[in-house]
C-alpha cells in the first residue's frame, strides 16, 4: 500500500501546519496509522500514533500539547495538526500503517 503524506511548508516559529495521509486507492479503516519524523541529519522516529477507530492516541513527549493526532475514516485520511512550531520541528514528516513502502514524506520547515 503506497501512502501519500502532504500539507507540510515552511512556517515561522509558532506557527501550525496540517499534515494528511491517505492511501488513493486503499481503505485505512481498521489500520493503526504512525507518524514518523526525520530531523536533518537523523534517523526516522516514530512520535505519534492512532489506532484504526480513532479512539486511542498516542504521542510523545515532545509533541504533547502542541501536536495532535486525528482520522477521519470516511475520508480515509490521518491527519497530524501541528501548533506552535519550532525550529527543532523541522524535519521531514511520514505516515505508515499497512504494509508497503514508505511515502514521498512531507518537508517541515520552521524558521524565520
Known amino acids: 500500500v503506497q501512502v501519500v503524506e502532504s500539507g507540510g511548508g515552511l512556517v515561522q516559529p509558532g506557527g501550525s501546519l496540517r499534515l494528511s495521509c491517505t492511501a488513493p486507492?486503499?481503505?485505512?479503516?481498521?489500520?493503526?496509522i504512525t507518524w514518523y519524523q526525520q530531523a536533518p541529519g537523523k534517523g526516522r522516529e516514530p512520535f505519534a500514533v492512532?489506532?484504526?477507530?480513532?479512539?486511542?492516541?498516542n504521542i510523545a513527549d515532545f509533541a504533547k500539547g502542541r501536536f495532535t493526532i486525528s482520522r477521519d475514516n470516511a475520508k480515509n485520511t490521518v491527519y497530524l495538526q501541528m501548533n506552535s512550531l519550532k525550529p527543532e520541528d523541522t524535519g521531514v514528516y511520514y505516515c505508515?500503517?499497512?504494509?508497503?513502502?514508505w511515502g514521498q514524506g512531507t518537508q517541515v520547515t520552521v524558521s524565520s
Open positions: 505508515k500503517g499497512p504494509p508497503g513502502p
Open positions: 486507492g486503499f481503505t485505512f479503516e481498521g489500520y493503526a
Open positions: 492512532i489506532i484504526g477507530s480513532g479512539s486511542v492516541t
